[in-house]
């Protein structure tokens, strides 16, 4: 059962437009909350690796093997827990030995059976496990041999086995983070294989993988930056869709910073929307963001924030997972003294 604050805020309209959210909606399958029910605090986490280029010299290299230190993994989730924290997105890729396509998975990888052991533990914690797969052709190496065969008959179906699996392993959650950001070229001009769905052939994928969620009852969730350069986009995008407008920066003042802007204007279009910062380039960002959230946001569409760190939990980077914690904790403690 899908329960958590604001899930049905989205309306009539949005529900009409989404015939499996509205028979679900009917059929009592997402039961609402009380508007006074706790934000989500979430962390994204990576236990997948191979998502940021297909060359050796990638921002972050691909690799053969699970890289995840799952000592370090377990301690994250446990200062997740410790620190007041409630949701844990989990970015999967080539980390998961998915019985639909086992041969996405590197050396090493989690079997099915790992997995669903570490959600319990993850639940256990008090954290909400959600799962991620990011399918923009600009961080989807992970895919394997699917990543060069975007928009055929056999990508869609593999795509649609993995999203069934996933949903089903992770016991139906109430969302499925399908990436769907930078898909451009500046952010593959160093990749060996560039792929850039454009136009009717994005929405028709776009819309693909909203209908591949609903039909196997979970929420789509992405990062919202598409509607940075594409206006329109917010004209035609389901209002099902949770948005993570994204931004790492100082400058929270929307009349010099165009993304911070991008908040108010999925606020203004009525979407559910979880803003979502970092201290990949900014520590105190999280706290900002967080700020501009509850001065700016905060009616029934705030559904909460989330901390991403954009880097591994192995032992050169652990600090920046832990600190990322911390600040979210900070933040929340800070903002909304709970």
Known sequence: ??????????????????????????????????ASSDLIWGILLHLGHNMWGDTPTAFYPPVDHFACDEKLWEELTVKASESGLNMLVIDLGEAVQYKSHPELAVKGAWSVERLREDLDRVRKLGLEPIPKMNFSTCHDFWLGEYSRMVSTPTYYKVCADLIKEVVEIFDHPRFFHLGYDEETYPHQETFDYVVIRQKELWKHDFLFFVEECEKNGVRPW???????????FLEWAPKSIVMSNWY???????????????????????????????????????????????????????????????????????????????????????YYGK
């Open 248 to 334: 790492y920066e100082r400058e929270f003042d929307p009349e010099k910073a165009p993304y911070v802007k991008y908040y108010l204007a999925l606020k203004e279009a009525g979407y559910d929307q979880i803003p979502t910062g970092s201290n990949f380039s900014f520590g105190e960002n999280i706290g900002l963001t967080v700020k501009f959230g509850k001065e700016n946001l905060n009616d029934e569409h705030l559904l909460g924030y989330l901390q991403t760190v954009w880097k591994f939990p192995d032992a050169p980077t652990h600090p920046s997972n832990i600190a990322a914690i911390e600040q979210l904790s900070a933040a929340k403690a800070k």
């Open 222 to 232: 992405i990062w919202a930056d598409r509607g940075w350069r594409h206006p329109d």
């Open 1 to 34: 059962m899908l329960t958590r604050r604001n899930f049905m805020k989205t309306g009539a309209a949005a529900l009409a437009s989404s015939p499996i959210l509205s028979a679900l909606a009917a059929s009592g399958a997402f039961a609402s909350e009380s």
